[in-house]
């Protein structure tokens, strides 16, 4: 302690010297934060991927979309359990900054293929009933106090409405909870129905498939079958274990 003094004397004696040191540190603490994150994110994608799921995407990019008629031929391979859709939408609320994870899905095959969304049956219901509902995570609702019977308006990046650029609207029918540790819950998701017949362009077409699988054992093989039922198509399929692909 009695050195305390002449320890801060010097850092005021040169003022920017010490102001570069601590920003210096700062710097190192916050990129040591945003690296972890990094870090946690991509290992709880491999941690919740099921062994028995695959996805199956454009060949080229998960960007390009594939057509909605692939689900029946997609499920029609031997060995395949179901297969349900995504579509990316990329919803921003209010704001810019206020972008989170958003996406339209067939609700009863969605929560087949992904039982980790657990989600109570009376909302489930209202969620089948309501053409304009949406569920969402239990950490998205935390993060702007959204309740159930809230009305969310949406701009996209992507997606516009056919005939004008007006938001979308949702009405929250559900909270969903994890079904598994380390499961991202900032999402929300809506029916794909009432997003095909309101954008403006892309309609009958989807982001992605998952695919669920009767033996995990097999599913590299059903992969292979899966990607050369469409091999020289003007939609070429890629298709590999949810693992893989995070």
Do not use: C
């Amino acid at each position: 302690m009695k050195f305390l003094y002449l320890t801060w004397s010097n850092l005021k004696r040169k003022k920017l010297r010490t102001t570069l040191t601590v920003l210096s540190i700062l710097v190192a603490f916050v990129l040591y934060g945003f690296l972890s994150a990094i870090k946690n994110a991509f290992g709880g994608g491999v941690n919740m991927a099921d062994a028995d799921r695959l996805m199956t995407r454009h060949k080229v990019s998960i960007i390009q979309s594939l057509p909605f008629s692939y689900k029946a031929k997609i499920a029609s391979i031997p060995g395949v359990v179901g297969a349900a859709h995504l579509s990316w939408f990329g919803g921003i609320y209010q704001d810019p900054k206020n972008f989170f994870a958003t996406f339209a899905v067939e609700p009863e095959e969605y929560l087949a293929i992904y039982p980790e969304v657990v989600l109570p049956e009376d909302q489930k219901k209202a969620w089948l009933q309501k053409r304009t509902g949406a569920i969402i995570g239990r950490a998205l609702a935390d993060r702007f106090g959204f309740k159930i019977g809230d009305r969310i308006p949406l701009k996209s990046p992507i997606w516009r409405r056919e005939g004008n650029n007006d938001a979308w609207e949702f009405e929250v029918v559900g909270i969903y909870d994890a079904g598994k540790k380390n499961m991202d819950t900032r999402a929300l998701i809506f029916r794909y129905d009432y997003f095909d017949e309101s954008r403006g362009y892309g309609k009958g077409q989807v982001g992605w498939f998952g695919v669920r699988v009767k033996d995990p054992n097999r599913a590299a093989e059903i992969a292979k079958q899966i990607d050369a039922e469409f091999e020289n198509s003007p939609f070429e399929t890629k298709s590999e274990p949810e693992g893989a692909m995070a």
